[in-house]
């Protein structure tokens, strides 16, 4: 099983990146997908949550209207489209699969948010 996040990096306020999280080694097109994060000092949060089909989806409220989670089953892949970026989001991004009591876990990319 691995789950494999790209797309993180350095960027300024108010710009853009979009995370993916490539699967492998499990039926994704079953699991629940989400998107956590972790600030330095600070608890891991959720971010955005896709279910299977890839409806319904849910946000924190700090992300809700600037954050798009989304998935293409057919590439094992779920992507967060990250938009007007603010200091505060930055934090080591998480991808989480999950079905019943199944958990899955990637490494992790940073996103740095600064001028």
């Known amino acids: 099983v691995q789950l494999a996040e790209s797309g993180g990096g350095l960027v300024q306020p108010g710009g853009s990146l979009r995370l993916s999280c490539a699967a492998s080694?499990?039926?994704?097109?079953?699991?629940?997908m989400s998107w956590y994060r972790q600030a330095p000092g600070k608890a891991r949060e959720l971010v955005a949550t896709?279910?299977?089909?890839?409806?319904?989806?849910n946000y924190a409220d700090s992300v809700r209207g600037r954050f798009t989670i989304s998935r293409d089953n057919a590439k094992n892949t779920v992507y967060l489209q990250m938009n007007s970026l603010k200091p505060e989001d930055t934090a080591v991004y998480y991808c989480?699969?999950?079905?019943?009591?199944?958990?899955?876990w990637g490494q992790g990319t940073q996103v740095t948010v600064s001028a």
């Open positions: 989480n699969a999950r079905w019943m009591r199944t958990n899955y």
């Open positions: 080694g499990f039926t994704f097109s079953t699991y629940i």
């Open positions: 896709i279910s299977s089909a890839g409806a319904p989806t």
